[in-house]
């Protein structure tokens, strides 16, 4: 029977005085990792987790821990939560414009009777390292790091900096400019399809087999704050990431990942971004053929 054993854990906010807008989550046939986006609309709605973002990602987390067994379909399961996100926020919110529609990416594996299985929605990622030395990579829209860092670096160049607050939003062009790729989401003629308070995003989730070469292997789910170390700052590949993880542990990645954040290039004129530091969650884990 294929088994998911967890290894190690880590939720880091990027900045102590700003809500963590991640969350992750296991149980014995599935483990998970939630990216809350930030939100872009004038006020909060949801009172008691610091931001709607931090809402939908906590909201997500708790149904999906009950519900994905290694017998539940991700679609259905995903839709169902989606609905009840979807009454909750309205019933509170009533009627907003889509940019201030609380979302999420998601990045999952599951244990099935017949072996692993990888989903998800967003720029949350999977890196697995296979027990004959073969690594892999997988994200629910491939090329969603390079074209993030393509568009913060015009805000970068346009502005001189991420800027003081260590977040683009705070300037009035760049929040335009999000919230009009915000809206796009979840839209038949967008090309981003992520997890909140649209059920029919379920019908777009990323899924694939995942087979295990060797015997066994070893995978990392994270959001994208800690995939800015490949992706970005081109410190790592899949196999020395997870080799890393698991013989020093996910802090000393996190406490990589803020050394190059706050003090190698913390206005991001090196390396651009939209964020000083980003929050940054993973699960390490291992799979058992």
């Not at 990579?137 to 090329?143: L, N």
């Not at 704050?225 to 081109?234: E, Q, T, V």
Request: with cysteine.
């Amino acid at each position: 029977m294929p088994q998911i054993s967890i290894i190690d854990t880590i939720s880091d906010p990027g900045k102590d005085t700003r809500p963590n807008e991640d969350r992750l989550g296991y149980n014995r046939d599935a483990a998970f990792v939630i990216d809350g986006a930030t939100g872009l609309g004038d006020r909060q709605f949801m009172e008691g987790y610091g931001s709607d973002a931090a809402w939908i990602a906590e909201f997500a987390a708790l149904r999906f821990a009950e519900r994905l067994d290694r017998n539940a379909d991700p679609k259905a399961v995903l839709r169902q939560v989606s609905e009840e996100a979807r009454d909750a926020f309205v019933a509170v919110a009533g009627d907003q414009p889509r940019y201030a529609w609380p979302l999420c990416s998601l990045t999952a594996l599951q244990a099935t009777p017949d072996g692993f299985r990888w989903f998800g929605l967003g720029d949350s990622a999977l890196y697995i390292l296979h027990d004959d030395g073969r690594s892999d990579f997988v994200i629910p829209i491939p090329g969603a790091y390079e074209w993030e860092q393509h568009q913060a670096a015009q805000h970068i160049a346009r502005v001189g900096g991420i800027g003081a607050a260590g977040v683009a939003n705070e300037d009035p062009q760049t929040l335009e400019d999000l919230r009009r790729g915000r809206a796009k989401q979840n839209t038949p003629g967008g090309a981003t399809w992520t997890f909140g308070v649209v059920p029919e995003a379920a019908d777009h989730l990323a899924m694939v087999d995942v087979p295990v070469y060797g015997g066994g292997a070893t995978a990392l789910l994270c959001s994208d704050g800690l995939a800015d170390l490949i992706a970005l700052y081109k410190l790592y590949d899949a196999a020395t990431l997870i080799q890393r993880a698991a013989t020093a542990g996910l802090r000393s990645l996190v406490t990589k990942l803020r050394h190059m954040e706050r003090e190698i290039d913390p206005d991001g004129l090196q390396y651009p971004r939209y964020k000083q530091s980003d929050d940054t969650t993973a699960i390490l884990l291992r799979l058992r053929a």
